[in-house]
């Protein structure tokens, strides 16, 4: 058995958290190689182990069984991108702050044991392929495991949008933008914008607006074989931009069309502890 550690270093400082895992699987005989998700910044002043060798992800990853996250969500965003073109499951560790997608925390590091022993399942979840088409043409595209936001500029005033589902109208609005959403991302941005908690298993669109200054502007569930589209109105001179899973924003112009379409990819989450959504839910976010 081959597993891949990606640890955050600037989360997990002096890859303590990794090393230790290290140290757990090498007792059970797994072949274990720690990769960086990321370069280091060369001004960061981060120390890493001299005596511990990095290979690259990508590399790494090919012939691997299990790749390990260590850091927050957008870490393990970053990483399982890789991870998911070759169909391996990602594990998570959360060294963040709540860590929606990660099975472990740092104190339950023992519990990678069981993968030696084959004790554990892997969680299917589904994602977007999100296109951005202009003049006919695409210019744009990316998958995403949590969201695609399109939002306004930072010092733009409201945009006028249009959300239609398979090309029927579901909504037009002025707001700061919208999020279309895969159920595992429904606890991410899309909830802190008011939208529902779903089942992260489950296999739903769920758009839903930013600050709307309308009324009528509500959240909407959507069966996963709905295309999605979001546009800025054509006479709208505000900038807009779209960003997938966090990452780095492209600008969209008046009249391009935003296109989200449930992916034929999908990642798969290994699951260790047995804990349910419901009770990761109340830990993560407090009970009620």
């Not at 990660?102 to 022993?117: C, I, K, P, T």
């Not at 449930?262 to 349910?276: C, E, F, M, W, Y």
Request: aromatic share 6%; with cysteine; glycine share 10%.
């Amino acid at each position: 058995m081959k597993v891949v550690l990606s640890p955050n270093s600037y989360r997990d400082r002096g890859l303590r958290a990794a090393q230790y895992a290290k140290r757990v699987l090498d007792r059970g005989g797994v072949d274990t190689v720690v990769c960086l998700p990321f370069e280091v910044d060369s001004g960061s002043h981060l120390e890493l182990p001299v005596d511990l060798a990095l290979g690259r992800l990508a590399q790494e990853l090919e012939g691997a069984d299990v790749l390990v996250c260590f850091g927050g969500d957008g870490t393990i965003l970053h990483s399982a991108r890789e991870a998911t073109a070759r169909n391996i499951p990602v594990l998570g560790v959360n060294l963040g702050s709540i860590g929606f997608m990660a099975e472990l925390e740092q104190g339950e590091l023992s519990l990678l044991s069981r993968l030696v022993n084959g004790k554990f399942g892997v969680e299917r979840r589904m994602m977007l392929d999100i296109t951005v088409r202009r003049d006919g043409r695409t210019v744009f595209t990316e998958s995403a495991l949590n969201d695609a936001v399109v939002t306004k500029g930072a010092v733009a005033r409201v945009l006028d949008l249009e959300v239609t589902g398979d090309r029927v109208v579901i909504s037009s609005f002025s707001g700061d933008g919208l999020i279309a959403a895969t159920p595992t991302g429904s606890t991410a941005y899309s909830m802190a914008a008011g939208g529902p908690i779903v089942e992260p298993t489950a296999e739903n669109i769920i758009v839903t607006p930013i600050c709307a200054h309308s009324m009528h502007a509500r959240p909407f569930v959507l069966d996963s074989a709905r295309a999605v589209g979001i546009r800025v109105a054509p006479g709208c001179k505000k900038t807009a931009y779209l960003s997938v899973d966090g990452g780095r924003a492209f600008r969209i112009q008046p009249g391009d069309w935003v296109e989200c379409r449930r992916s034929k990819q999908v990642t798969r989450l290994v699951k260790l502890t047995g804990r349910s959504f419901y009770e990761r839910i109340n830990q993560k976010l407090g009970k009620a």
